[in-house]
C-alpha cells in the first residue's frame, strides 16, 4: 500500500523540490488546489513549519508534509528571516531588490548569510510524526545570477562553487541547499513512520 503524503505548499519551485528529493520515498507525494491558507505567524521556521503540517493534514484527513524556510542575512541581523517570502510584499523581485537596496555599500566579507528550513510531516489527527532541518551558508552577491531557482536563489552565492543556487542544476541544488539537507535528515524518521503504519 502507498501512503498519500500532501504537500502543504503552494509554491511551486519547493514542490518541485520536494517531489525530486523523496521520488523514491515509496508515498505517493501529492498537491491539492483545496488547501486551507495557513497564517505563518510564527515566531521561528519549525513553528510555522508544524502549524502548516498539522492543519493540512486535519483538513485532508492525510498524512501532510510542510516546509518552512527564509534567508538570515548577518548584516542585517538575521533579517529578513520567517519574513523572507513577504519581506517586500512585492514577491521575489521586489524581495530581491529590498536586499540589494538594503546591503549596499557593505562590502563582499560582509555580506555573509544562510538558508535555513525546516520540514515537518503530520498523520491525519495532526500529529506530528517527523521533523528535520538544514542550513546552507554563503553571502550575498551584488547582482543576480542564474535563471534556476527561485526567490533568492539568483542572489546566494555558495562559496565553495563560487555560484548562486539559480546557477546550480536541480541535482546539484539539492545537494548543497537547506531543503535538500533538510529532506535528507527527514527521510530516516519518516520511513520508521510509514513502517509503523503501511
Not at 73 to 94: E, I, K, T
Not at 141 to 151: C, N, P, Q, T, V
Request: contains cysteine; aromatic residues 4%; glycine residues 12%.
Amino acid at each position: 500500500m502507498i501512503r498519500s503524503i500532501v504537500i502543504a505548499s503552494g509554491n511551486a519551485g519547493k514542490v518541485r523540490e520536494i517531489r525530486r528529493a523523496l521520488a523514491d520515498l515509496g508515498a505517493d507525494l501529492v498537491v491539492r488546489e483545496d488547501l486551507p491558507e495557513v497564517v505563518e505567524d510564527g515566531a521561528t521556521f519549525a513553528e510555522n513549519a508544524r502549524k502548516k503540517a498539522v492543519a493540512v493534514a486535519r483538513f485532508s484527513g492525510l498524512w501532510a508534509l510542510a516546509d518552512d524556510s527564509g534567508l538570515e542575512v548577518d548584516a542585517l541581523g538575521g533579517a529578513p528571516g520567517v519574513r523572507s517570502a513577504r519581506w517586500s510584499g512585492q514577491g521575489a523581485a521586489g524581495n530581491n531588490a529590498r536586499l540589494l537596496a538594503e546591503l549596499a555599500g557593505v562590502p563582499a566579507d560582509a555580506r555573509t548569510a544562510r538558508f535555513r528550513a525546516v520540514v515537518t510531516v503530520a498523520a491525519p489527527d495532526g500529529t506530528l510524526v517527523a521533523e528535520a532541518e538544514g542550513s546552507c551558508e554563503g553571502r550575498i552577491g551584488f547582482e543576480l545570477r542564474g535563471s534556476g531557482g527561485f526567490g533568492y536563489d539568483p542572489l546566494f552565492v555558495v562559496p565553495e562553487l563560487g555560484r548562486t543556487l539559480a546557477e546550480l542544476g536541480p541535482d546539484e541544488k539539492n545537494s548543497v541547499s537547506h531543503r535538500g539537507k533538510a529532506l535528507r535528515e527527514l527521510r530516516g524518521p519518516l520511513t520508521r513512520a510509514l513502517a509503523c503504519i503501511i
